[in-house]
């Protein structure tokens, strides 16, 4: 789709062992927003990447209760 508001980043690293050699637990994921914020990508797109979008998502797709 081509930008940060088609992207997002999950946490479940359980019973995997193809994590990059960096990531060991989900609190070794800031290091993929520094990685970003060195890149030039903005809060509001790094934002989007760790949560936003899932918000997005679940809020159109999950049935209201």
Not at 10 to 18: I, K, R, V
Not at 49 to 64: A, D, G, T, Y
């Amino acid at each position: 789709a081509g930008d940060t508001r088609h992207a997002a980043i999950g946490s479940d690293m359980g019973g995997t062992n193809h994590m990059p050699i960096d990531l060991k637990t989900t609190s070794d994921l800031h290091r993929i927003a520094t990685s970003l914020e060195q890149r030039g990508y903005s809060s509001g797109d790094i934002d989007n990447i760790f949560h936003n979008n899932w918000l997005r998502f679940f809020q159109e797709w999950l049935p209201v209760s």
